[in-house]
């Protein structure tokens, strides 16, 4: 073994167009050894740093990846193959082209692939090279570290993996999938599958950003089947993540904190480079960080170690250039002590075991030799010097067994082979390695201990991590869900709040329909209150008017019969006054009295001239008075006619009065009846009342008037008689004028006394018969005409009256309270007709709500099942999807069994945690295959496809 420092080369990218754009001029200077660089830095004032930083090799901007592959890591393919450990680490700050290097721009480009894809290129080149007796495995693993987590990139899920060591398998990561490979095209697919599941983002220097280290691990088995010699070698090839300043990056927020831990994870590195090359450091920190933890064999250990500083030439990123720099110059220094990871043949064990029974045998043979010697002096003998028994190296020319010195293995002998004795080891030369300095001070026993101890703590952290992880994650699904749930309160309380609003509004609505109902209720006992009040104020209305009818009544029955005396007294006073009867009557009696006297005297023959001129002038007067009383008679006709047509006239006014009174009722009545039933019903009750007083009083008034017309009748059949009575006294004036004339032809004519006085007898005789009808007519016209004019002013009272009466039932109706009344009941009417209708518009508003409401309710209830249908559907394929599960791990579990068993009966086969080796040999042969598989290089199954099938 071999001590070997690191290879650091220096590469420099093109300057990008954020460069271009600030204006940056290139600061660096290459010089022509293509192993100094110059840097133009303000930082850089004096001492070594001024004349350059040398590496193994600089490569200046635009050199091809071919040079870079050629240089820095074709050898080192070489190494691994051979059994070496290897590494290729890429450093710089973000956007330095460490991708770009390691990984490329292309795969596919034979131009811009990067170290990577060649390397996998060159591995599977040398198999098909080697020899035939070689034997091949290749498999690879994937992983990245972010936040200080390892997470397996082919197997995401898995993102806490321990770093562990152990005496025998080294430092490895427990749990770490991997998976054998038999061409590159397989290795790129696992790449691109592992590169798809990085932690890559967006920030100021590159769009696509790596914010975690990479580790790319391609373990090769070589085994010899001639001999059964084996070897394994790991090649770790390492893509850090940005080396930048925070400020730069414009990372911030999750993005910041993933920059401090990730400086602390570089910085922990510059740490271990830094106690490396530092001699008098007793400690290197591999432990700081889980980086320096995995690549702990790579620096400063097992392994052949190429370390590539990507650097910005322009003036923008000059300090970290310049930073990067100096990282390149320590790293430089450290020393690697790489060895082989071999297993011996079983030859070589054999020959071994010779040796070891020869010296076993030499070294029995001293001891009895010993023994024997010593039995001689305990005896008190001695010994001559010549036979002094001699110590069995110096017989059997045996070396001592080496002391032990406690090692640390490497990563490959662990997970892939039997682990290297070390005293085997010993005799090999192989455990001359410089001891791990973190072990320094610990005798073999306890750094077993201590590395058990590590590993049990190692995974108790890691459950504890684990247990914190789900535990953080189910209090971020907590609380993600209390987010949720609290939004969804939120909505549903804002929907409550909306709901109970509108329930509120409703309730207002209710309360307000209630309190209307109420007021309605209470205005209705108001109205009714109001109608009992007025039905009161009506009964009391009543009475006074019945008081003041009957006042009235008594008044008017004496007024009336006042004036009933007094007109009749006028009446008979103009008929006195005027002498129609009792002067004329006198008149006539005196001619009668002077007719009765001539008669008695019977004397004719002394009846004057002068007396015969007195009763001409008397019957002349008479006849005279028999006229004025026919014209009076005549004028008295006219005046019942007049009578009769304002009677009429009054008749046909009060026809009208009622017809108005009626319709002004009935109109009440109609709006009263419109109101509400309570009004209606008193409305009607008072309309009933109204129209029972109406109807009493009409047909009053209708008695009245029959009254009246037989009145008239009897008024006309009087008339009729007064004018029969008028023809008879024409009659008797005939019969008294006829009498004059023959009186007067009697006186004249000297006719015969004795006829004239019997002419004048039957005349006196025929007068007084007339007179005693004219005094019986003229006696019972008086009557008539009293009666009459008792008849007339009666009516005229009457009508007065029944006037009086409508005028105080207009006046009531009309009168100001019960306008009033009439007035608040309208209004009343009106709000009950106002609320009714708000009733019914909040009835329908209601319905309508309730509709919508309703509608909800059944949309939410459709959600709810649809969601209940889809959780048990969820369900049903969570348990399908379990079961088959189940049945794929039994499968693998089988396939496990039946490959461990394979294992037991091959030794010659290699497997590992339980994945399908395939072996690929050297020189095109095709090897035995542990299982049924596809040849070797030429031969590719997907692995993926394997993977799946393994997987199930
Ligand atoms: N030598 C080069 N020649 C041409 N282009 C390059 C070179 N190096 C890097 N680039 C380009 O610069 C950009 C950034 O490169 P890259 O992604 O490799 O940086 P990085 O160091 O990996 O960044 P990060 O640390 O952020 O992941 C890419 O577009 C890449 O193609």
């Known amino acids: 073994m071999a001590s070997n420092n690191i290879k650091v080369i220096c590469r420099f990218r093109p300057t990008n167009s954020i460069e271009q754009r600030e204006g940056s001029e290139i600061v660096v ?58 590494t290729v680490f890429a450093y710089g700050q973000t956007g330095s082209g460490k991708t770009f290097t390691m990984m490329g721009a292309d795969i596919d480009s034979d131009d811009l692939k990067g170290i990577i894809p060649r390397i996998t290129e060159q591995i599977f080149q040398s198999i098909v090279e080697s020899d035939a007796h070689l034997e091949y495995f290749v498999k690879v693993s994937y992983m990245e570290i972010y936040l200080e987590r390892i997470r397996d990139l082919l197997q995401p899920q898995n993102d806490n993996l321990q770093v562990h060591e152990e005496k ?59 001999t059964g010699a084996q070897k394994t070698g790991n090649l770790y090839l390492v893509d850090l993540a940005g080396s930048e300043k925070v400020g730069k990056t414009g990372a911030s927020g999750q993005t910041l904190e993933e920059a401090k831990k990730i400086n602390k994870s570089l910085s922990a590195l510059g740490m271990v480079i830094n106690a490396l090359t530092d001699n008098k450091a007793k400690h290197i920190p591999y432990r700081d960080s889980k980086l320096t933890r995995i690549l702990q064999e790579s620096l400063g250990g097992n392994s052949r170690t190429t370390l590539i500083i990507n650097c910005s030439p322009a003036s923008y990123n000059e300090s970290e250039t310049l930073s990067t720099l100096r990282f390149g110059i320590r790293a430089k220094s450290i020393k690697n002590a790489a060895r082989v990871n071999a297993e011996l043949s079983p030859l070589e064990l054999k020959k071994l075991l010779q040796k070891a029974q020869v010296a076993n045998a030499s070294y029995q043979k001293t001891i009895a030799a010993l023994e024997a010697e010593l039995a001689v002096w305990r005896a008190g003998g001695s010994v001559d010097p010549s036979e002094f028994a001699q110590t069995s190296g110096d ?79 189910l209090v971020k699904e907590l609380k993600e869900e ?74 008017s029955t004496e007024d009336k019969e006042k004036r009933k005396q007094e007109k009749m007294a006028l009446m008979m006073a103009q008929f006195d006054t005027q002498g129609t009867f009792s002067e004329k009557d006198e008149q006539l009696r005196q001619i009668l009295a002077k007719l009765d006297s001539v008669d008695s005297d019977a004397h004719v023959s002394t009846l004057t001239a002068e007396d015969i001129t007195q009763v001409r002038r008397q019957l002349a007067e008479g006849q005279a008075l028999i006229r004025d009383t026919v014209d009076r008679l005549r004028q008295k006709q006219e005046e019942n006619e007049l009578t009769v047509r304002r009677k009429e006239e009054l008749e046909s006014r009060l026809a009208a009065l009622e017809a108005e009174y009626e319709e002004l009722l009935e109109k009440t009545i109609h709006e009263e009846e419109t109101s509400n039933v309570d009004l209606a019903e008193s409305m009607t009750a008072l309309k009933n009342k109204l129209e029972a007083q109406y109807a009493a009083k009409r047909d009053a008034h209708l008695g009245e008037v029959a009254d009246l017309k037989q009145q008239l009748e009897l008024k006309s059949n009087e008339l009729r008689n007064m004018n029969a009575s008028i023809d008879s006294l024409k009659g008797i004036n005939e019969e008294l004028k006829r009498a004059f004339a ?77 306008q009033k009344k009439m007035a608040f009941l309208e209004r009343n009417l009106e709000q009950l007709t106002l609320v009714q209708k708000q009733l019914v518009d909040q009835n ?46 039994q499968a693998v579990k089988d396939r496990l069994d039946q490959a461990r068993a394979q294992k037991s009966s091959t030794t010659s086969t290699l497997s590992f945690a339980g994945r399908i080796a395939k072996p690929l040999r050297g020189g095109g042969g095709a090897a035995s295959a542990s299982v049924a598989g596809p040849g070797p290089v030429a031969a590719s199954a997907n692995p993926l496809n394997r993977l799946q099938n393994e997987e199930g």
Request: proline content about 3%.
């Open 844 to 889: 329908s508003a209601l319905k309508k709500e309730a509709g919508i409401a309703e509608r909800k309710l059944l949309a939410r209830n459709e959600r709810i099942q649809n969601l209940e249908a889809l959780l048990q559907d969820a369900d049903r394929r969570l348990s399908l999807q379990n079961q088959k599960f189940e049945a794929q791990l």
């Open 29 to 86: 200077a290459f010089e022509d050894s293509l192993q100094t660089v110059q840097l133009r830095s303000a930082q850089i004032s004096s001492g070594p740093e001024k004349d350059g930083f040398t590496f193994d090799r600089v490569f200046p901007m635009g050199t091809k990846q071919q040079e870079v592959f050629d240089y820095g890591v074709k050898d080192i393919v070489k190494d691994v193959l051979d059994g070496y450990n290897g």
């Open 168 to 226: 025998n398998k080294g430092v490895y990561v427990k749990n770490l999938s991997d998976y054998y490979v038999s061409s590159a095209r397989e290795v790129y697919e696992i790449m691109r599958q592992g590169g798809a599941a990085r932690v890559v983002t967006s920030t100021n220097m590159n769009a696509e950003s790596s914010r975690s280290h990479s580790i790319f691990l391609i373990t090769i088995s070589q085994r010899n089947t001639e």
């Open 395 to 473: 017989k059997a020319g045996v070396t001592p067994p080496p002391k032990k010195t406690p090692t640390s293995p490497t990563p490959s002998s662990v997970r892939s082979m039997t682990p290297v004795n070390p005293a085997i080891e010993g005799l090999k030369d192989l455990d001359s390695r410089p001891q791990t300095p973190t072990v320094v001070g610990l005798d073999k026993d306890e750094r077993e201990e201590f590395l058990k101890r590590e590993n049990e703590l190692s995974d108790q952290l890691a459950e504890r991590e684990s247990a914190l992880i789900a535990a953080e994650k």
């Open 482 to 555: 209390l987010a949720f749930l609290k939004e969804q309160e939120a909505s549903s309380s804002q929907e409550n709040k909306a709901m109970s609003a509108q329930l509120n509004e409703l309730r207002l609505q209710v309360e307000k329909l209630d309190y209307d109902n109420k007021e309605s209720v209470i205005t209705v006992d108001i109205l009714k209150e109001q109608n009992v009040d007025a039905k009161a104020e009506l009964e009391e209305l009543r009475k006074t008017i019945a008081e003041l009818k009957s006042s009235q009544k008594d008044a």
């Open 742 to 818: 023959v009186t007067s032809a009697g006186i004249e004519g000297g006719k015969n006394l004795a006829e004239s006085a019997q002419d004048l007898e039957r005349t006196r005789k025929a007068i007084n018969v007339q007179l005693a009808e004219f005094d019986g007519v003229k006696k019972s016209l008086m009557r008539d005409l009293q009666n009459r004019c008792e008849k007339v002013v009666e009516l005229e009272i009457q009508l007065d009256e029944i006037k009086e009466q409508y005028n105080n039932v207009i006046r009531n109706s009309n009168s100001k309270a019960q």
